[in-house]
């Protein structure tokens, strides 16, 4: 699971508050900083920081986790550099500024996807009618296997998912059919 770390000061006690990909939200596929404990996932109390300050979120494409700015009055900045617009990318030890609130990102984890696995699989995993979809031989034969129930999935089904347990196929890994 990916997981961001942050780590400050707030009325001389060290705070410490784990960001992960998928949480619970009150904006849900990001985590949001500021004063405003309707508004805000983590509440700091610095009258600096803005009652909606910031949002911290996972970029599945990019496979890091960024910082949006959410007030542009009050403009955040990142390792020295003011973020007036857009998204940042953040680097473990990057040191965050809310107005005058530091916040030091310490760890970064960032669960990599296995590289795509070739095992042989027999026809008979197969199901009868997903077998005419994939190639003939002499060209390889590929499939998926679900990471739940381990049957054998054509490629074209990886949107819809394993026919046989539903899971998802996004995961599973790609065999090669003799």
Not at 9 to 21: C, D, L, V
Not at 74 to 94: A, F, R
Request: charged letters at 15%.
């Amino acid at each position: 699971m990916n997981k961001l770390t942050l780590q400050w000061q707030e009325a001389g006690q060290n705070r410490t508050q784990h960001i992960y990909e998928k949480q619970p939200s009150k904006n849900p596929g990001t985590c949001r900083l500021g004063r405003d404990p309707l508004r805000c996932d983590i509440v700091l109390t610095h009258p600096t920081v803005s009652g909606l300050h910031i949002e911290i979120f996972f970029n599945s494409q990019q496979q890091g986790f960024y910082m949006r700015n959410l007030r542009e009055p009050n403009p955040p900045q990142i390792d020295g550099k003011p973020l007036l617009k857009g998204e940042m990318l953040l680097h473990q030890n990057s040191i965050i500024y809310l107005g005058q609130q530091q916040i030091q990102v310490t760890a970064i984890s960032i669960a990599n996807i296995p590289d795509t696995i070739i095992a042989p699989v027999s026809q008979q995993q197969i199901p009868q009618n997903y077998r005419h979809s994939l190639p003939t031989q002499p060209n390889p034969e590929f499939g998926l296997e679900c990471p739940n129930c381990h049957k054998i999935s054509p490629p074209e089904k990886l949107q819809i998912g394993c026919p046989w347990c539903g899971t998802s196929l996004a995961a599973a890994v790609s065999v090669l059919i003799r």
